[in-house]
C-alpha cells in the first residue's frame, strides 16, 4: 500500500472513533499524517497520488489548480528575462500572465541544480493548498509535467520587504516607521495562524525579509512554506530535524539540538523586527567586525535605554516616535531571548505590535501600549494553552535551504 493508502485508513479509523470532533479538527489530522507519510519519490505514480491528494483534501472552492508546462511558458513569454523578478534557492521567480484568466501572477521555477527539492515543492504546495489567511500568499496552482517543478503565486506588487528595507539604492524612499510597523504586525499575524489556529500548529522555520512579500499597500503575506514543519503531536514537546534555514535567522538551541519549536519562529521574528528598526541586514559582512552580526551587536544596546536611538534606521531621519521605539525594542529583545521557553508567544506580539501601528495612540505613538515588558514565563504560558482548544506546545521545525531528514 502506498502512503497515500495508509492516509486514507488511517483517517477512516480515526473518522470511525471521532465523529463528535470537528470538521477542523479532523482535517488537521490528515493533513498531518499526509505529510508526514510523504516518501518525496518523483515517479510519475507519486505525482498523480500527490495531485489526488491535494484536490481531495483541497479547501473545495480554494482548491489550487494544475497548470500545463506550455500554459506557464505562454504566461511568462517563454521565462524571457524581462519577465524575471528575482532569484533564491529554489529557482527563478517570473512575472506572468494567465492566458485564460487574464490574471497576473507570479510563476517560481524550481532549478534542477538547486540545493531545494522537490519534497519542498511539495510540502510548499500542500501547505499552501491547506492553510489560508491574509497574511499567506495564496498559491494559484502548480505545475508538475515531467521533471518540471513551477508554482504559481498571487503576485505581490512590491515584491519582498528585503527589496524595501535593506542596502536600498540612494533613489529609493526609505519605509517610514508606521508602515514598517504595519509590516511586522501582519508577518507577526502570518505567524500567529500558524502557530495557533492551524491544526496541527506549523513551524514555518524560514521567516526572514525575502520572505515577506507585500502587496500594493504594503499588506504584508509570508511565502515560502517548503520548509515548514507540523508542530509535535501527541505527548511530543518538540520535533527534531535536521537543522535548516538561514544564517543569522535562526534560534540558537534549534542550530544546536535540531529540535524546533514554534518558539524558533519567534526567535527568528525578533530578528526580522531588528531588521525592521535598524535597516541592518542580520548578517553583513561589509560592517565592521563588532557590527557584522545583528544580535551580537544589538544585546549590549538592549541593556541601555539612552543608546537605543542609535538602533533607530538612520534613514528615519529622526522621525520616529520615541516611546514607540523603546517598546519596539523591547519586544525585539524579548524574542531574542537565548533561553526559548522566556520568549513571548507569538499571539502576544501580536498583541502588542497592534498598539505600536496606531499613529494616533497618544502624543508620543504609545500611551496604550499593553506591556509585553516582562517575558511570558512557563506559568503563563501553559495556562494560555489550557484556554486553547488546539495544542500548541512546542513544535519541532528548523532552519531554511538546504534538504531536510
Ligand atoms: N508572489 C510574488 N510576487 C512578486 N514577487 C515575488 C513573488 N514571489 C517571489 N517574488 C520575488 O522573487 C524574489 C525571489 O524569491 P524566492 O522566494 O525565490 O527567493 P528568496 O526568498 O530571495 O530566497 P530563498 O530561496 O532563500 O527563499 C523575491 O525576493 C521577490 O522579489
Ligand atoms: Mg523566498
Not at 90 to 96: A, D, H, P
Request: hydrophobic letters at 35%; proline letters at 5%; a neutral charge.
Amino acid at each position: 500500500m502506498n502512503c497515500f493508502g495508509c492516509c486514507r485508513k488511517s483517517l477512516i479509523d480515526e473518522n470511525r472513533n471521532s465523529l463528535e470532533r470537528t470538521k477542523h479538527r479532523k482535517e488537521g489530522a490528515s493533513f498531518a499524517t499526509l505529510v508526514n507519510n510523504i516518501s518525496f519519490k518523483s515517479d510519475a505514480s507519486k505525482q498523480r497520488a500527490i495531485a489526488e491528494e491535494i484536490k481531495r483534501i483541497g479547501d473545495g472552492g480554494n482548491a489550487v489548480e494544475t497548470f500545463t508546462f506550455h500554459e506557464l511558458a505562454a504566461a511568462t513569454k517563454n521565462f524571457r528575462t524581462e519577465c524575471l523578478l528575482g532569484e533564491g534557492g529554489f529557482g527563478r521567480v517570473y512575472r506572468g500572465c494567465l492566458e485564460q484568466t487574464n490574471q497576473v501572477v507570479a510563476v517560481k521555477q524550481l532549478d534542477r541544480n538547486g540545493l531545494q527539492g522537490n519534497r519542498e515543492f511539495v510540502v510548499e504546495v500542500l501547505m499552501l493548498s491547506l492553510l489560508h489567511h491574509p497574511n499567506l500568499v495564496n498559491l494559484i496552482g502548480y505545475c508538475a509535467d515531467g521533471d518540471q517543478r513551477i508554482l504559481v503565486y498571487e503576485y505581490m506588487a512590491l515584491g519582498s520587504l528585503e527589496d524595501h528595507l535593506l542596502d536600498l539604492p540612494p533613489n529609493k524612499k526609505p519605509l517610514d516607521w508606521f508602515t514598517r510597523m504595519k509590516i511586522a504586525t501582519g508577518a507577526a499575524r502570518g505567524l500567529e495562524y500558524l502557530h495557533e489556529s492551524a491544526n496541527p500548529p506549523v513551524i514555518y522555520r524560514d521567516f526572514k525579509a525575502s520572505n515577506i512579500l507585500l502587496d500594493e499597500n504594503f499588506n504584508p503575506k509570508l511565502s515560502d512554506f517548503g520548509l515548514a514543519k507540523l508542530g509535535p503531536t501527541g505527548d511530543k514537546k518538540h520535533v527534531s530535524t535536521r537543522v535548516m534555514g538561514t544564517y543569522g535567522y535562526c534560534a540558537p538551541e534549534y542550530a544546536r539540538t535540531g529540535q524546533l519549536t514554534t518558539m524558533s519562529d519567534v526567535y527568528s521574528f525578533g530578528v526580522v523586527f531588528l531588521e525592521i528598526i535598524t535597516g541592518r541586514r542580520v548578517i553583513d559582512s561589509y560592517k565592521p567586525m563588532s557590527e557584522q552580526n545583528l544580535v551580537q551587536w544589538a544585546q549590549p544596546l538592549f541593556k541601555d535605554r539612552r543608546r537605543f536611538p542609535e538602533m533607530a534606521d538612520p534613514l528615519f531621519r529622526g522621525n520616529y516616535p520615541l516611546k514607540g521605539l523603546h517598546q519596539a525594542l523591547a519586544v525585539a529583545a524579548m524574542c531574542l531571548q537565548e533561553e526559548a521557553s522566556t520568549r513571548p508567544l507569538i499571539s502576544d506580539v501580536v498583541m502588542a505590535l497592534e498598539y505600536l501601528v496606531v499613529k494616533d495612540s497618544g502624543p508620543d505613538g504609545s500611551s496604550k501600549f499593553p506591556i509585553p515588558a516582562s517575558p511570558s514565563t512557563p506559568e503563563r504560558r501553559l495556562a494560555r494553552n489550557k484556554s486553547k482548544s488546539f495544542k500548541r506546545d512546542h513544535s519541532l521545525h528548523s532552519q531554511s535551504s538546504i534538504e531536510d531528514e
